[in-house]
T-cell receptor, first 115, second 117 residues
């Protein structure tokens, strides 16, 4: 089944403790992206990657890092999480050049709480 | 810069009423894509429709229909004979797709639809 898999689904952590949210897709998509969703603000893009070793900042990159060493994986790294990073996070992917009938495929989301 | 505006923050209707969710977008590109996603209380994002900038035909899928008008930069979504299961947050999104270039998907802030029995 074609899908984007995020882990974990839920995470509670403490301020300053480094964490990684994983994202993996099995569709051989070039483009991958991370979003955070906050009440009243909708979804905002954190980082995106056009292909392996090609990443760029979105609208709200502060406090986050990403890497794209393999095509299928695009982990989101919080080196020193803070409470303002408490949010619902989504990973998405799509093929570049032709987005196909379904456009972007989203993961199921990761609900992160930083205390 | 890209921008998507969903002016209706919350809408409440009674079952079987028709409801239209508004979406207005801004872009400088001539090639772009518009999307609608549904987010039910469970939280996942469910794809509803994709429309490219060269296809202004309206689309109907069951009780759902979409009206794309480039002249007013709008991509409105209508649910006919609404049902309780339609209760969700609906997002409109805009993607500027540049071959080999950067790409960005921008979301509106969403419209929360509540359908009461």
């Amino acid at each position: 089944e074609a899908q984007v898999t995020q882990n974990p689904r839920y995470l509670i952590t403490v301020t300053g403790k480094k964490l990684t949210v994983t994202c993996s897709q099995n569709m051989n998509h070039e483009y991958m992206s991370w979003y955070r969703q906050d009440p009243g603000l909708g979804l905002r893009q954190i980082y995106y990657s056009m292909n392996v070793e090609v990443t760029d900042k979105g609208d709200v990159p502060e406090g986050y890092k990403v890497s794209r060493k393999e095509k299928r994986n695009f982990p989101l790294i919080l080196e020193s999480p803070s409470p303002n990073q408490t949010s619902l996070y989504f990973c998405a992917s799509r093929a570049t050049g032709y987005s196909g009938h379904y456009g972007y495929t989203f993961g199921s989301g990761t609900r992160l709480t930083v205390v | 810069a890209q921008k998507v505006t969903q002016a209706q923050t919350e809408i409440s209707v009674v079952e079987k009423e028709d409801v239209t969710l508004d979406c207005v977008y801004e872009t400088r590109d001539t090639t772009y894509y518009l999307f609608w996603y549904k987010q039910p209380p469970s939280g996942e994002l469910v794809f509803l429709i994709r429309r490219n900038s060269f296809d202004e035909q309206n689309e109907i899928s069951g009780r759902y229909s979409w009206n794309f008008q480039k002249s007013t930069s709008s991509f409105n979504f209508t649910i006919t004979a609404s049902q309780v299961v339609d209760s969700a947050v609906y997002f409109c999104a805009l993607s500027e797709s540049t071959q080999g270039g950067s790409e960005k998907l921008v979301f509106g802030k969403g419209t929360k639809l509540t359908v009461n029995p």
